[in-house]
């Protein structure tokens, strides 16, 4: 089975003959208001949103724009905050299962790593948090989504708003604000594996009638792991204050905390072509082996009415990454279960990184079209320094089937020194004409500047300078037929600045990724409930492989290809049911390689197949008024687990479960994740580090909000 390029070409086929269809036929039913192209003044964003009581599953509009979804040309999820915490998700992991085409990734196994539409990072990072980079690098810790209203996950090649980035796509996580009415909430959770998190939340009017608003979010979290010898421990603090300075102008003042310590765990091993059939929880590192990192942000973001349908938006990130990680590697073992081991890590983690966002989105009519551009300007700075540390002495192996873990470790010492810096500025300008009320088309582009510059700390030697340009373009169309339908298709482009250099010395071209979509949105009952449906092809280029003649150097001949469908329901079924659900189909393929055997393979922890449902009931009135029940069922299909598919990581059925009940201010909520307990693989990478699942758990909530 193959979604080939003539099918993509009949989807967009389809879209001709739905516009060369005979007048009526597709015209809005009778009564209907119909939509007209008119200047209307885009509005600042609200201070005031609705409770978590009130929320329902639809996010009507995409952050970055602040234009309808619906008029979208190209695929957007978003799991809102409702869903987060009816789930319990206390990782970004467990609210991407909601996603079609978003997967986990090994990583280095205490960072957030997926893999979108078949692509992960080949360097930096797929998470933004408010159109920022969340990471400058893949040394950051897991994020922190307690302070997040909503996941985006921004689907295909993205480089016409986000400048270097992934063909897959990207996620944002957009925070929560200070709201202009006072709201409380305060909850303690305790689990399985000696979980415990106590988390507040507070926001308001620091005066009443003022013009100036206050949130502050909070939690502290220690556990340990159904993996042995694993444990976490992490704080965290988001303050914000907004000042409503006019009726047109406010201005976010944003600040967070994370504090995260937790052992190095890279997972279990393969053996043969599975995962090796040991206890998930058996723990192959060394029991001294830790992370620990402390990440700051701070920042601003205001937003200014220019006129009637103007507005300028300006917005200030500043991030620091202090940590270090020292862990301990293991090889794959030999017939009677003895593995070889390495240790190193990096120390002296001192990473930064300044952006600046400039926008300004308006309305304005030439003749019959009307306008909506979008005109930006990105300036950002990174700053990178480190030591690369290795073991000081040998390291003892250890058996798999009997770990022992009282062996004496060698310490480490630092070994190489770097300091890199990447400056980059972009200018990037977009625009959406309305031709019709049906019509709508989207062009657009970014030009960005890059620099790059690796010292050696130690000499001063200017290891590795390049300067470059790039430029990413994207053109869409969307046609409404009728109230609640879009038809669209895409074609856009991404890029990612590659490390190290070629045989001959000069630095790599940027990695570049071109994508095609076409598509279908429904939405029949006015943001109740929306459904999409997405067709997608996306290539890679200038992958660097190693060369086969000279194995330390690497040459950028590499391609790799997927494409796909998705389907994506989200809302109300019913006065009390909602439910958001998912299936994705995504065929993921090396293309070209200098290693043969590669060629042709698909790609290491894509599965073929991949689907979900969470569905949840609360009764409103009756004698159960306050009772939720929730089901979840997510499957992820067989997948390879290394990029030689020397192993498959099984395919899996997880289900989970959610009793709750509300009474006035009071909730408590008892979650069980894989209920039936089973054992199950969430992401590889290599032999060496296979990630089980984890088993039966549970999770009680109790919580206060007024």
Partial sequence: MGLSLGRLGRGLALLGLIAAAPAGVFAPPAGAEEERPERRPIP?????????AEQ???????????????????SITVVPRPVIEEQKALRLEDVL??????????????????????????????????QFPQAIDDLSPFAEIWNVDRVEVLKGPNAFLYGRSEPGGLINLVTKRPLSESRYHAEFAVGSFDLYRPAFDITGPLWPGGSLFYRLNGLYEKGRSFRDFVDSERAFVAPALTWKIGPDTAVT?????????????????????????????????????????DSYRAGYELTHGLAEDWRLRQAFRFLRLEGSFIGT???????????????????????????????????????????????????TRNLFEGQFMVSTGPVPGINIFDPDHHQPMPGVRPVVGWEIRHDQAGLYLQDEIQITRAWRVIGGGRLDFIGERDEDPVTGRVRREQVFTNFAPRAGIVYQPTLGLSLYGNYSESFQPVGGTNPDGRTFEPVKGRGVEVGAKLDPFRGRLV??????????ENVPNPDPERPN????????????????????????WDVIASWAWTEARITADTNPTRRGRDKAGVPEQAASVWTRYRWSHGPLQGLSLGLGLFYVGERPGDLLDSYRLPGYVRLDALVGYEAGPLRAALNIQNVTDTTHYVSGGSRSSVFPGPPLSVLATVAVRY
């Avoid at 600042?44 to 978590?52: A, I, S």
């Avoid at 978003?102 to 997926?114: I, K, S, T």
């Avoid at 091993?269 to 599975?274: D, S, T």
């Avoid at 067709?535 to 890679?540: A, G, H, S």
């Fill in 253 to 293: 003042f944003l600040f967070e905390y994370l504090h995260d310590e937790r052992t190095r765990d890279t997972g279990i091993v393969a053996v043969g072509n599975r995962p090796a059939r040991i206890p998930v929880g058996t723990f192959l590192n060394d029991v001294s082996d830790r992370v620990v990192a």
């Fill in 329 to 379: 590697s293991v090889g794959e073992p030999d017939a009677a279960g003895n593995a070889r081991r390495s240790r190193g890590g990096f120390d002296n983690i001192r990473n930064q990184g300044f952006g600046m966002q400039t926008e300004v989105i308006g309305s304005f009519r030439t003749g019959p079209f009307v306008h909506r551009p979008l005109v930006g300007l990105e300036l």
């Fill in 56 to 74: 329902e599953y639809v996010v009507p509009q995409e952050s970055r724009t602040g234009r309808p979804i619906l008029d979208v040309p190209g």
């Fill in 44 to 52: 600042l964003p609200e201070l005031v949103v609705p409770g978590l």
């Fill in 531 to 540: 459904g999409t449906l997405a067709l997608f092809q996306i290539t890679k």
């Fill in 97 to 130: 299962r909601n996603v079609a085409g978003v997967v986990r990734n090994a990583g280095r196994g205490f960072n957030d790593d997926f893999v979108i539409r078949g692509f992960r990072p080949t360097e930096g990072s797929l998470i933004l948090r408010d």
């Fill in 553 to 576: 150097f690497r040459v950028q001949t590499g391609e790799e290809r997927s494409r796909g469908v998705e389907i994506e329901v989200v809302g109300r079924l019913w006065a009390d």
